[in-house]
């Protein structure tokens, strides 16, 4: 009966072991997943596209983490230029003048006009030999006006005094003139900026041009 006996108590006692260990490791298995599951939870978090402010598919692109750059817009500056010309040649008993007008980029000012401002000098060929020269006088006007400008204008008109040359330069198929315009660039905008004559993109610098009339012109 003793042997007996003792078998059955080391039995009971290795059951009662085994069930105190099985219930140890059950508690550490659970309070792992309840540790891991927090820990997901928390990356979760961090990388879900629904809890992360613009997030891409890639990963998170969080607004903190952009570098800031900051794009001025600047203005291009308009250089003061002639851009366009045109000489009108008026011819008719009592009246014969040349009008001369320039279109500028920028609007004029008026007050830095003078006679100063312009040149225009006239040189008269017949049978292409150069036979007489004038440099015409003349003053800025306003449209349709014998007047000098008194508002800024992108229109800079020029009027010549009553010359015979408005006749002369087209009275006849053997003869010409060449008309040489120069506008000096102490004539400025309205905001004050030199006038770039030479077009190099820079203020400063003389306008020139060059015009012809007559029925033989070169």
């Known amino acids: 009966m003793k042997p007996f006996f003792v078998v059955i108590m080391v039995f009971a006692v290795l059951s009662l072991f085994s069930f105190s260990a ?12 309840d540790a891991t599951g927090q820990s997901a939870g ?33 203005k291009p500056e308009i ?4 851009v366009r010309e045109s000489l009108l040649t008026y011819s008719f008993p009592g009246s014969n003048y040349f009008m001369l007008n320039l279109h500028t980029t920028e609007k004029f ?8 401002s312009i040149s225009v000098n006239l040189k008269y060929f017949r049978n292409g030999k150069l036979t007489g020269q004038e440099l015409l006088k003349g003053k800025f006007v306003k449209a349709n006006s ?3 400008p008194t508002t800024p204008s992108t229109i800079l008109r020029w009027k010549s005094d009553q010359t015979q040359w408005a006749t002369q330069c087209t009275n006849s198929t053997d003869c010409y003139c060449q008309i040489d315009v120069s506008v000096y660039d102490t004539l400025l905008s309205e905001e004050g900026a ?7 993109g820079a203020p400063g610098g003389n306008y ?6 007559g029925m033989s012109t070169p």
């Open 42 to 74: 928390s990356l979760s978090e961090v990388a879900s596209p629904a809890s992360s402010k613009g997030s891409t598919l890639h990963g998170v692109d969080d607004e903190r983490f952009r570098p800031s750059i900051s794009v001025s817009k600047v």
């Open 79 to 82: 250089v003061f230029q002639i």
């Open 208 to 213: 020139y041009h060059r015009f012809f009339r």
């Open 109 to 116: 000012d008026p007050s830095s006009l003078n006679p100063a």
């Open 22 to 33: 099985s219930f140890a490791a059950g508690r550490s298995v659970a309070g792992a997943s």
């Open 194 to 200: 030199k006038l770039d004559g030479d077009r190099d």
């Open 146 to 148: 014998d007047n000098p």
